[in-house]
């Protein structure tokens, strides 16, 4: 964004501070006003013919847009990737509370990586773990959709689930 001398145009569609359109202006007609006034020519628009150019306090201007552009990324929602850790011989009741966590994530709009790590002797049964995880598929079916299916990376068997499993919709 050019201001006052920076701008190259010869002539320039003026917009006053107050709003008004005063017209097409040669750049030093548009700068004195501007000076007149005591703000800043502006350029708003600069690929249109003649560019666009409006008085205003350059500083203010800033400052509002610095705020605007704070308050649009506060509305915006950064996904970040949940991560639950269960073992392949897990119980049922603490499954259920480790699911329960993963629903909650999914329905905030995580994603979430299921990681089931193999000590020992588990290592000879990954069968285990690969059950789990099916079981896991399917209690969460209507909620998320598998983004990284299971694989196995050394002693770690891991997926990742993503929000936004389709509605199955009434026909």
């Known amino acids: 964004m050019r201001v006052n001398h ?24 548009a700068l004195s006003l501007a000076q007149q006034q005591g703000l800043d020519l502006v350029e708003v628009v ?5 560019p666009v150019c409006k008085i205003i306090d350059y500083g203010k201007f800033r400052y509002d847009q610095t705020k605007r552009e704070k308050e649009s ?23 259920d509370v480790k699911l329960r966590h993963a629903r909650e994530f999914l329905e905030a709009g995580n994603k979430v990586k299921i990681s089931c790590l193999f000590r020992g002797r588990e290592m000879m049964h990954p ?29 770690m068997l891991s997926m990742i689930l993503a929000p936004g499993a389709k509605k199955k919709g009434k026909v």
């Open 73 to 95: 990324k506060k509305s915006q929602h950064q996904v970040k990737v949940k991560e639950l850790k269960v073992s392949p011989n897990i119980s049922e009741h603490d499954l």
């Open 127 to 155: 069968e285990f773990g690969e059950r789990l995880f099916d079981k896991i598929k399917q209690v969460l079916e209507d909620l998320a959709i598998i983004e990284v299916p299971a694989k196995m990376f050394g002693r």
């Open 46 to 50: 600069a690929k249109e013919v003649p």
């Open 6 to 29: 920076d701008i190259r145009a010869p002539k320039l569609r003026v917009i006053s501070a107050t709003g008004e359109q005063l017209g097409v202006l040669s750049f030093h007609e």
